[in-house]
């Protein structure tokens, strides 16, 4: 059972065009973490969302949490080649121990 | 991934031998969690373990696969008589706690199994 859903599944697009990803769960999250991970290395951490309808900025991206904290989006504008990888998001419910995460969207910013 | 260190970085084991990763948490951490990653797909949940205690296990397979943290040293994920079904990329991701915050982890390069 996937717990959560992204999509797109891949995404190959030119530099300086925006992109949205997306996380979606019938779950509820008491937080959710959004990861890239590059090829023969670990997730990177990018950020970590706990509100419902939080937004947070990290330059050129912009995360929201969704308000019933189910889903999450990742915004990417003008995006660079530099920003290619395999973008993961992470839930952990309100209980137990698990983080639980998505099935990854691979990005690919085409200079 | 600064701090979390796992060793060795690339493991190939032929069939039926057994397989030891290691993983030492970022410094003041006292939390791991092991996961497996296949080619192209997010990260699947092993085990959870605090310093000589398993908390959740239940994302190991019942059969070879077993997971220690000692008071003392490194969190080792092994895996007997390895199986080509075994290769993937294994992380250990580290966190202070789920208590603390919102229990965010931190992630370690990897150690890449190849069962030949």
């Known amino acids: 059972t996937q717990l959560l859903e992204q999509s797109p599944q891949f995404l190959s697009i030119q530099e300086g065009e925006n992109l949205t990803v997306y996380c979606n769960s019938s779950?509820?999250?008491?937080?959710l973490q959004w990861y890239r991970q590059e090829p023969g290395e670990g997730p990177v951490l990018l950020v970590t969302v706990v509100t419902g309808g939080e937004v947070k900025k990290l330059k050129r991206l912009t995360f929201q949490f969704g308000d019933a904290r189910k889903d999450s989006s990742l915004h990417i504008t003008a995006a660079q080649p530099g920003d290619t990888g395999l973008y993961l998001c992470?839930?952990?419910?309100?209980?137990?121990?698990?983080?639980?995460f998505g099935t990854g969207t691979s990005l690919t910013v085409i200079p | 991934n600064a701090g979390v260190m796992q060793n060795p970085r690339h493991l190939v084991r032929r069939r039926g031998q057994e397989a030891r990763l290691r993983c030492s948490p970022m410094k003041g951490h006292s939390h791991v969690y092991w996961y497996r990653q296949l080619p192209e797909e997010g990260l699947k949940f092993m085990v959870y373990l605090q310093k000589e205690n398993i908390i959740d296990e239940s994302g190991m397979p019942k059969e070879r696969f077993s997971a220690e943290f000692p008071k003392e040293g490194p969190s080792i994920l092994r895996i007997q008589q390895v199986v080509r079904g075994d290769s993937a990329a294994y992380f250990c991701?580290?966190?202070?706690?789920?208590?603390?915050?919102?229990?965010?982890?931190?992630f370690g390069p990897g150690t890449r199994l190849t069962v030949l």
């Open positions: 991701a580290s966190s202070p706690g789920v208590s603390s915050g919102s229990g965010v982890q931190f």
């Open positions: 779950s509820v999250f008491s937080s």
């Open positions: 992470a839930g952990r419910p309100n209980t137990g121990n698990q983080f639980y």
